[in-house]
């Protein structure tokens, strides 16, 4: 296990604090109709972004998939940016037009996410592909989900950055299910890594409630990457909380041990007051104020005002303008 | 000025864009060392070697992906999908990523990528070879679509297309690959958005694209030993397409034709056509003509394909009916 510092492990609990509770947050106004569209929460998967946000530079590409609502934040974009826009408000990082499912933001390269499974898989390709063009020693991330795997895109993207040795650094969440689907009952295999493997790529699977653990191997992947060795792909194996629309369709037994048991905000908590690292004392402190800190970005993102209609019709081309109704 | 194919014009504009800008490069199947299917590419491999003229594997997906994705940090690439009937495997990429890219994250990024594809039928290609492709697109906002007639316009569109910043989709009709043109030396753009006028006439208006403008002009050539006047609009981009050229000639001539490739059915000439009728019905001494492909995919044989694909007589047919019927 590596060792890092008490202010990094600190930094990282609090990093894990704001993605729970801002999802759970996200989950209240949700329901009280605050914030349309659909929702897909990060909650249960709080090691694994964080993991990947303290391994990436600024610099860094990303592409965040549609339970990445945190790493949006982690990546560099003030919160209450991101909060606003999946209010859909004018204050949003993308002004309001892309939601929860497209917030991108250019000064931080975060690329954005795209609603299509699979569908950035490919689209990395390029921009690791222009960077390496151009010569630069940044890499990008993209955070992909285990239903992805049964998409095309997924594997031209691993065969193609194989094959060009491009700087892409694949985060595979494996969270189970595809919606209502075990992984492992529509793939040939539920261990997703074995895939990467046969595109000749180093791949590995982590335990992504460890936040160590996980920490660990994306720093590792990052090294490789950044050698110029070309792509990685970690499998990290984690559980989100959300059910499905009808509410929770999974055994009791299971639940329990993901909620209770092997949960990333409590293991990493434990570990700490094991290690003298932190009190309870303080670890609660710090849940307040990162609650205190997240219903202050709720309150901007209520406050702001709803997108300039003129919005509506902007930037479909570069040159010229759509006509108005 | 010279003489050259469309093909040799094509190339001609790749190799000044590459030359100019480092940030232009090639990516598709085939099109590296072997110089392309229809060697449009030929000889730039080596003359910017493999790096900038990108041999991919079979994965249009990956191809359009690329190019987007590098398009987002600042290259320019020219990607080739060899047969515009597969653009079926990257549909996605061009819908929902291409075209979207600026609009969504609200004008943080742009994704200037031409997608060079060779297009259209009339050769016994049959029916994953022949398509005309721009109805898929038609209804994509934010999409940019491009399809010369001529070696000049191609050389000019090509350019153009490369230094323009939205995505586009750049059609060669393989009918018209090896037709020759005088081309102009240097480097010339000719704009996008904007129709030619292939040949002025006074009493019917005829709207074509691509191989159908030859034909249309063909047919004009006829007509006007009929005396009856045709002038032929080339609409060389088609999204979106030049609306004031079309109208201006249309109230000039009162009477319209639309010819084109693709099924009637939501497509191209569908639009064109009720634009004409929202916009000039009171000029229109007639209704609006159309002349299109027949509503089915493109059969093999090339005695079928000749009854599905519009001839120069058919376009004929409609330009002495709307001009007899007013």
Known sequence: MMDISSELYLKMYCDMLHVRKFEQALEREFKLGNVPGMLHTGIGQEATMVAVAHSLRTTDGLFPDHRSH?????????????????????????????GSLHSADK??????????????????????LGWQMQGSDALVAVMLGDGTAGEGAWHES?????????????????????????????????????????????SV???????????EATQKA??????????????????????LFMGEFREKEEVRYWKEEHEPIKLAGEDMVQKGIATIELLKKIENEVQEEIERWVTFAKQSPDPDPLKATTNVYIGWEVETR | MSKM??????????????????????????????????????????KYGSERMRDTPLSESAI????????????????????????????????????????????????????????????????????????????????????????????????ASIEDDNPILFLEHKALYSKKGEVPEGKYITPLRKARIAREGSDVTIVADTWMAHKSLAA???????????????????????????????????????????????????????????????????????????????????????????GEEDIIRAAQQVYKHS
Request: proline fraction near 4%; aromatic fraction near 8%; charge should be negative.
């Open chain 1, 70 to 98: 945190g790493l949006l934040f982690l990546k560099g974009t003030p919160g209450e940016r991101i909060m606003a826009e999946l209010f859909g408000k004018a204050t949003g990082v993308c002004s309001g037009k892309g």
């Open chain 1, 107 to 128: 000064s931080v390269n975060n690329f954005g996410d795209n609603a299509v499974e699979g569908s950035f898989m490919v689209t990395a390709l390029g921009v690791g």
């Open chain 1, 158 to 202: 691993l065969n193609l950055a194989a094959a060009w040795k491009l700087p892409v650094l694949y985060c595979c969440v494996n969270n189970g299910y595809a919606i209502s689907t075990p992984v492992g009952k529509s793939h040939a295999t539920g261990d997703l890594y074995k895939f990467a493997a046969a595109y000749d790529m180093p």
């Open chain 1, 205 to 215: 699977q982590v335990d992504g409630n460890d936040l160590l653990a996980a920490y």
């Open chain 1, 222 to 243: 990052v090294e490789h990457i950044r050698a110029g060795k070309g792509p990685y792909f970690i499998e990290y194996m984690t559980w989100r909380w959300q059910g």
């Open chain 2, 5 to 46: 194919s469309m093909v040799q014009a094509l190339n001609n504009a790749l190799d000044m864009m590459m030359a100019e800008n480092e940030k232009v490069y090639c990516l598709g199947e085939d099109i590296g060392w072997m110089g392309g299917d229809f060697g449009v590419t030929r000889g730039l491999y080596d």
């Open chain 2, 64 to 159: 359009i992906g690329a190019a987007v994705g590098s398009a987002m940090v600042g290259m320019r690439p020219v990607a080739e999908i060899m047969f515009a009937d597969f653009m079926g495997v990257c549909y996605d990429q061009l819908v929902n990523n291409a075209a979207k890219v600026h609009y969504m994250f609200d004008g943080q990024y742009k994704a200037p990528i031409v997608v060079r594809s060779a297009c259209g039928g009339g050769f016994g290609g049959g029916p994953h070879h022949s398509q005309m492709i721009e109805g898929w697109f038609m209804n994509v906002p934010g999409m940019v679509i491009v399809a010369p007639s001529t070696p000049e316009d191609a050389k000019g569109l090509l350019i």
């Open chain 2, 220 to 310: 004009a050539q006829m007509l006007a030993g009929e005396d009856i006047s045709a002038e032929v609009i080339d609409l060389r981009t088609l999204r979106p397409w030049d609306q004031e050229t079309v109208l201006d000639s249309v109230r000039k001539t009162r009477r319209a034709v639309v010819v084109s490739e693709s099924p009637g059915t939501g497509g191209l000439s569908a639009d064109v056509s009720a634009v004409i009728a929202e916009q000039a019905f009171g000029d229109l001494k007639a209704a609006v003509k159309r002349v299109t492909a027949l509503d089915t995919p493109i059969p093999f044989s090339v005695k079928l394909e000749k009854i599905i694909l519009p």
